[in-house]
């Protein structure tokens, strides 16, 4: 052809414009043609049709004159871009419609036959129109003498024809029985019907009831409707009024609704009305048309332009490889849609996906024993693979380099291979490969703006869920802390009677050694001795003020250090950390200037002040005072240091003890018993201040079970907090998969078996084991022996953890503690020191580490980690078809079959394989006839491998083209349904005809 224009396409089924239903210069009825030369007006404005029409339905009355008259002209090579001419012979039949108007009918007739001109002229004539007792047939000189007879003042055979086209009608019974006995015609014609109202059966819709079964005999008779009405071409989809099967049982099936120009004069030749123009998807033979009767929604269009598929820029127009001896062909084109690689077993199939992953980098993960160019790889020398994309682009990988291909870019293609779906469907429960299958899937799913700058699905679920767990985190930590000081505050509690005991021991021990000190004052020294004692308790009192000065003068010198290290540390690790943690905050570094942590007040100048004070008081209170008696070396011990009627408590340390020492001179008779009466003193001394802190403890004590109660409150508020974390945390992941989960919601069919749900996924026995662990099962007891606790948390506690709120979590856990308290103590270990056993038990028992939130995938209500291994295949098909819209890459799967059985194929995955090549090229080696029959394949590729060559690789050839095409539909035969014989066979068996 002039244009280079295929008929029979190897890229298989690809749109193409058509006009089946439009009149040439010369039509028997209402020809408007007019001019010098018609015929070259009428053939240039098809020649100049934009966009080209290269299909046309030459269209008469009653005849096929114009027709042979056409493909004359196309001899002669006019129409180089028409590709198939074919006859459309209109008759009229003897119903009339509430316009007054007969039903048209259109015969299409093969052009396949080189004898098919005579056998249609041979046909019209079994219709015969009786008229003043004269019997008609349809063929032109009949058509002239009925039009004579009917107007005898017509003498010109035109204008006779024409009145004779007018007046003949075709009676509805005599058409079926003209039909049915005719092989020929029925093997070679399809029967249109004009579906509109002035002279289609819609026009009948108005006319009495009588007609309505007239009206569906016609239209059951018809294989295509004219009509672009949407809601006809809606209708014989079975998406109005009437259901698909409806169709089928009223009206023989769906049908395909066509449109021409039907033009009648120059200005409507290939100018349909509002550009509603006539699209078919297939070659250009007269088998496209029969297969938009089998795949009437998908085969034709109506409208301006026709359905785009995937982008240019990710639809490979063609395959090749370069300095490959071993493959026959150059390059192997592909089609935008669905392509289905067929062959027998080893005849190269896996190796042609191989090499469309290899030219799109995207072979490299799946190169293993099975693999095509793994195996063939000693053979391979410098051969390249590479893709020519629809947009321009190229790609390409050295076949000897596969395995280096993911360090140099991200696929091009997604390649689903065997050992990869294989891997993937494994019954090994939830492998993590189809999690994370699942989960790019639900990423993708996302909205770019609402991926707030994640890269993957594991980014986006940490940004989602920061927050909650962080708050977890904290009231881990709170709760952590409640525990221990609890535990400290009932261990001091059970302290109690051993301090009051303690306490009483030590009053007596200091009564009984001021008894024995009172005994060794002397006679005439009781005096001395009682002002012995005042002075004794005073210095003790004073050490205490001492001690609290010099402990408050550390205390505000550490606390000075502190504010250093602050300052100089802390702060600035801080104000890294929150710059680390909240980078995206996009502030600048004047902004983080804000953000420096200092303390509120003047806290140098206070600190510097107190401390100045308590070196003070330190002076003040430890002595000597410049108002003090001088120290001599050697005193009288009979001049008192401090008068009588001085206070005690306003003197110096310094000067009490002075004061204490010379005292305790004086008491004691000899020098043996003021020896004894001093290590008394000192022993009393030591004894009240331990005594003062036992009285301090019991003290505290006393006031523990107030502050049990707080801690109690505390533990619980944190443990509760800690499960509104955790809801928190499920109700943003049902955030993260309400995209998806709303689509799988939306779907019918197989995918609206899938369902995701969000869930606590409770481990309840790494709980119970770790508790366990902490007890000793041998003891007689209501946890002896293994499983007794499991079984126990299982009854109180696992409802509350898998499905409750904060609330109800917490109160299930404290009821179980209260309950379970004096049994776990019953099992604590012999040797088990009581302090920390409590708190292992308390940190166990609070713990939330075995409660996570995840995610569950169901089918059918099945989790998918219990599925089979083909059901599992299913859901992945599903994910990948249906679910994934997303990523719009070329997709290759290699046998997808092979984990499922054909009846989940084609009830599940076919009409997922249709939805999806409409937005997404789609590559499929099968031996499954499903997957390429009932998808509508637009393309098949068979796979031919030759002999065995020693030291070499067999020659591979590919030969493709469409489902239309006679040869390939033989060779879809041959190889995935075991020969045309075994496919009879199989349906008489199975007492089904074909």
Not at 513 to 526: C, H, I, M, Q, W
Request: proline letters at 4%.
């Amino acid at each position: 052809m002039a244009d280079a224009y295929e008929v029979q396409s190897k890229r298989g089924s690809i749109w193409h414009r058509w006009d089946p239903h439009i009149h040439t210069p010369g039509t028997a009825l209402n020809d408007q043609y007019a001019g010098a030369d018609p015929w070259e007006a009428f053939l240039g404005a098809i020649e100049a049709s934009t966009p080209p029409i290269r299909a046309l339905g030459i269209t008469d009355y009653f005849g096929i004159e114009r027709y042979e008259q056409v493909v004359d002209e196309k001899r002669r090579g006019r129409l180089p871009g028409v590709g198939l001419i074919f006859p459309n012979v209109e008759l009229r039949l003897g119903i009339e419609t509430a316009k007054a108007s007969a039903v048209n009918i259109h015969l299409l007739f093969s052009p396949q036959d080189t004898d098919h001109v005579e056998r249609i002229k041979r046909f019209l004539l079994e219709f015969e129109f009786s008229y003043l007792g004269e019997s008609y047939r349809c063929q032109r000189n009949d058509l002239i003498r009925l039009g004579r007879a009917h107007k005898p003042a017509l003498t010109d055979d035109e204008a006779a024809r024409s009145e004779g086209a007018n007046q003949f009608k075709v009676n509805f019974d005599q058409l079926k029985q003209a039909l049915s006995k005719n092989e020929w015609i029925k093997k070679n014609t399809l029967i249109a019907v004009a579906g509109g109202e002035k002279d289609g059966t819609s026009g009948l819709r108005d006319a009495t009831a009588s007609f309505a079964a007239q009206r569906k005999n016609v239209e059951g008779l018809a294989h295509i409707v004219f009509s672009a009405n949407p809601k006809q071409i809606r209708f014989w989809l079975g998406k109005e009024s009437a259901s698909v099967s409806e169709l089928e049982s009223q009206y023989n099936g769906c049908k395909p609704c066509l449109h021409g120009s039907d033009a009648h004069s120059l200005a409507k030749a290939g100018q349909p009305d509002g550009d509603r123009r006539c699209w078919i998807k297939g070659d250009l033979t007269f088998d496209s048309l029969r297969q938009t009767c089998i795949e009437p929604e998908e085969r034709v269009f109506i409208g301006a332009e026709p359905p785009r598929g995937a982008l240019d820029s990710h639809t490979i127009n063609a395959v090749s490889v370069t300095n490959a001896p071993w493959i026959a062909n150059g390059a192997v084109d592909l089609n935008a849609g669905l392509v289905a690689v067929i062959g027998a077993r080893g005849s190269g199939k896996t190796a042609l996906a191989d090499l469309i992953a290899a030219g799109g980098l995207a072979l490299s993960p799946h190169l293993n024993e099975r693999s095509f160019i793994l195996r063939a790889k000693q053979y391979l020398g410098d051969s390249y693979a590479e893709l020519q994309w629809a947009s321009g682009e190229k790609t390409g990988n050295e076949l000897a380099q596969t395995d280096m291909e993911d360090l140099l870019a991200s696929p091009y293609v997604q390649y689903l291979s065997q050992q990869f779906v294989d891997q993937l469907c494994s019954a090994e429960g939830l492998n993590d490969a189809l999690v994370m299958e699942i989960e790019r899937v639900i990423f993708n799913a996302h909205p770019m703006t609402d991926r707030q700058g994640a890269d993957s699905f594991k980014e986006l679920l940490d940004i989602r869920l920061e927050g909650s767990r962080q708050k977890r985190e904290r009231q881990q930590g709170a709760l952590t802390k409640a525990s221990t000081d609890l535990t400290d505050e009932r261990v001091r509690k059970d302290g109690l009677k051993a301090l009051e005991k303690d306490r009483d021991e030590k009053k007596r021990a200091i009564e009984k050694d001021k008894t024995d000190r009172k005994s060794l004052v002397a006679k005439g020294n009781e005096e001395r001795a009682k002002r012995h004692d005042q002075v004794s308790l005073a210095v003790d009192a004073k050490r205490q003020l001492v001690d609290q000065a010099k402990r408050r003068h550390q205390a505000l010198l550490h606390l000075q250090e502190d504010v250093s290290d602050f300052r100089l540390r802390q702060a600035p690790s801080l104000l890294a950390d929150l710059k680390d943690e909240r980078e995206h905050a996009g502030l600048s570094a004047a902004d983080w200037e804000a953000f420096k942590l200092d303390y509120v007040g003047p806290v140098d100048s206070l600190l510097t002040e107190r401390i100045k004070q308590a070196n003070l008081s330190i002076v003040a209170l430890q002595g000597p005072a410049k108002n003090d008696p001088a120290v001599q070396e050697s005193p009288d011990p009979s001049i008192e240091l401090i008068p009588a009627h001085a206070s005690l408590a306003d003197q110096t340390l310094s000067l009490l003890e002075r004061e204490l020492a010379r005292l305790r001179k004086l008491v004691g008779v000899d020098a043996q018993n003021a020896k004894r009466f001093t290590t008394l003193s000192d022993k009393i001394t030591k004894a009240e201040a331990a005594l003062a802190k036992v009285v301090q403890q019991i003290e505290r004590v006393q006031g523990a079970d107030e502050r049990i109660r707080a801690l109690v409150n505390a533990r619980r508020t944190a443990y509760a907090a800690i499960f509104e974390a955790i809801v928190e945390e499920e109700k943003e992941l049902a955030d993260l998969y309400a995209p998806i989960k709303t689509r799988i919601d939306e779907a019918e069919g197989s995918l609206s078996k899938l369902s995701f749900s969000v869930r606590r996924m409770v481990d309840l026995e790494k709980w119970a084991a770790r508790g366990e662990g902490l007890l000793d099962l041998r003891t007689n007891g209501p946890f002896k022996g293994r499983g007794e606790l499991l079984r126990s948390a299982h009854a109180g506690l696992m409802a509350a953890w898998e499905t409750g709120d904060a609330t109800e979590a917490a109160t299930a856990l404290f009821d179980f503690v209260k309950a379970k308290e004096a049994a776990l103590k019953t099992h604590m270990p012999e040797n088990a020191e009581f302090r920390a056993w409590a708190r292992s038990i308390s940190d166990w028992l609070y713990s939330t580490d075995h409660i996570t939130v995840g995610y569950g995938l169901q089918y059918d209500g099945v989790d998918i980690e219990q599925l089979s291994p083909g059901t599992r295949g299913i859901v992945l098909l599903l994910l990948y078809l249906a679910i994934d819209a997303e990523d719009d890459r070329p997709l290759i799967i290699d046998q997808p079959e092979e984990n499922l059985d054909p009846q989940s194929i084609f009830q599940e995955l076919v009409h997922r394989f249709r939805d999806a090549k409409k937005r997404r090229q789609i590559i499929i080696v099968t031996h499954n006839a499903n997957l390429v029959v009932n998808t509508d394949a637009d393309q098949v590729i068979v796979a031919q491998c030759g002999p065995h060559r020693s030291g070499q690789l067999p020659v591979i050839t590919y030969e493709s083209g469409s489902l239309e095409s006679p040869q390939i539909r033989q060779h879809v035969c041959d190889i995935l349904e075991g020969g045309e014989r075994a496919f009879k066979e199989r349906a008489k068996r199975l007492r089904v005809s074909i």
